[in-house]
């Protein structure tokens, strides 16, 4: 499958401390994105990054894409409460064109 | 901004019921989604559109139909509602090659099927 797997399923921490989650999938691919969802909402876009790429910031999010191992890694610097949601991988290609989501895994930044 | 609003945060309806879930967004995008997401599952397909009119089958598709008849809307129909179809509905969009950017999703609809 296709699927993007994260972990850990559930991580806590204190603020300012940074957060690292991981994503392992499948198939080859085209891009793979990551999302976060706050309790009771949607899904917001944080990062895309394609398969030629190797790493992307954006202001205290840094993500790696390294496809010899098929995974990708996010990390949050100096985490703040507000940081507190879930957050999910989607990867694209390997002969489907869907944007397929994991199942997420919860972060939880402490005061 | 993009702004992706669906009609209704929470719904709650009865078994054999026709019940639509409405969404719109603002941005002028091509391609429309609908998943719904359960607690261990993570979100699921059920159906997008590429444009208007056009409608493609997700992985979950059976026991839904979708519309498009503007650009700017996408709904979603459940024929015959029933228990097993209580769940988080989130509509999104994008703009282009609808794997290749970003989806911009809308809060959510809470169904509930009684």
């Known amino acids: 499958s296709q699927q993007g797997e994260e972990d850990p399923q559930a991580l806590s921490i204190q603020e300012g401390e940074n957060a690292t989650m991981n994503c392992s999938y499948k198939t080859s691919i085209n891009n793979l994105q990551w999302y976060r969802q706050n309790s009771g909402r949607g899904l917001v876009h944080l990062i895309l990054?394609?398969?030629?790429?190797r790493e992307k910031h954006s202001g205290r999010l840094r993500v790696t894409l390294d496809t010899s191992k098929k995974s990708s890694s996010l990390l949050i610097t100096a985490s703040r409460a507000a940081d507190t949601a879930s957050y999910f991988c989607?990867?694209?290609?390997?002969?489907?064109?869907?944007?397929?989501f994991g199942k997420g895994m919860k972060l939880t930044v402490n005061p | 901004d993009v702004k992706v609003t669906q009609s209704s945060r929470y719904l709650v309806k009865r078994t054999g019921e026709k019940v639509f879930l409405e969404c719109v967004q603002d941005m002028d995008h091509e391609n429309m989604f609908w998943y719904r997401q359960d607690p261990g599952l993570g979100l699921r397909l059920i159906y997008f559109s590429y444009d208007v009119k056009m409608k493609e089958k997700g992985d979950i598709p059976e026991g839904y139909s979708v519309s498009r008849e503007k650009k700017e809307r996408f709904s979603l129909i459940l024929e015959s509602a029933s228990t097993n179809q209580t769940s988080m509905y989130l509509c999104?969009?994008?703009?282009?090659?609808?794997?290749?950017?970003?989806?911009?999703f809308g809060d959510g609809t809470r169904l509930s099927i009684l």
């Open positions: 990054i394609r398969s030629n790429e």
């Open positions: 989607a990867t694209a290609g390997g002969g489907s064109e869907k944007l397929v």
């Open positions: 999104a969009s994008s703009f282009g090659y609808y794997s290749n950017q970003p989806q911009h």
